[in-house]
């Protein structure tokens, strides 16, 4: 696990380590850090939350946030990331970057014998110097846990814009395996402003993720690579776990 001095929200805020551990799925933050900002950022809530599961039962998921952070680069530079973080009650750390914000910047670690240890961010030139930090076990993600209790997570795999009062099909990406049938339960996705988009129930093959997403605004709404669209079970699955459910089989449609 690394670290890099950085700032959250607001340029001017104090520096803080913040830890890049790709062994948790998401970002997070601790309750006290976000409750200790002068400026929060809105405090988010709705289906996304239904995709969590803690190690600890003593933590607790408020909500989730859309917000930056500010690092200097290896020239001290200013540059500004975008992160989506968990809020999350009895975390130690004040900030911990997940393997969803190493996917989205495509981050690699540069070691050099006698040399500090660098972070790249993509094929941009921009790099910064990172120090080793310990793991807060607490904060993790258990994806075994989080499999168990929200089928398989899919992401967009590309940046895609859906035009208004319009439904187009998004390629998805999650851990499917091969030859393998899935179903995604009918979802709201939660937007900016109070906009959102629909997820319909549908069923899809693990050779051929993609679904269909519904913008039912009268403006074009953008989804992003990487960002957590909906979760896929097995319908053999939801079938033994509730057979009342059985009637999403019925309604769903095959994309």
Known sequence: VLS???????????TINLRLDSGADLSLMSENYYRSL???PPLRKGFKLKLLQLT??????????????YINNSKNQRVSLDVEAYVVTGMTVPVLLGEDFHENYSLTVQRKLDSPTTIKVGSSPHTFFASPSSRAPEA??????????????????????IPAF???????????????SWLVE????HLEGGSYLLVPSALFESNHPVIPVSNP??????LRKGELLA???SPEDILSADSQDGHLLKHAQFV
């Open 140 to 161: 993790r993600l258990d994806k075994a846990q989080q499999q168990s209790a929200a089928g398989q997570i899919l992401r967009v795999k590309d940046t895609v814009t």
């Open 186 to 189: 009918r979802s709201l996705i």
């Open 217 to 222: 605004t009268h403006l074009p709404r953008i």
């Open 4 to 14: 890099v001095p950085g700032q959250l929200s607001d340029p001017s805020a104090p």
């Open 166 to 180: 319009s439904t187009k099909k998004v390629t998805v990406v999650g851990d499917l395996g091969s030859d393998k």
């Open 231 to 233: 979760n896929a079970d």
């Open 38 to 40: 002068v400026s929060p």
């Open 56 to 69: 600890s039962s003593e933590t607790r998921v408020l909500g989730y946030v859309n917000t930056k952070i």
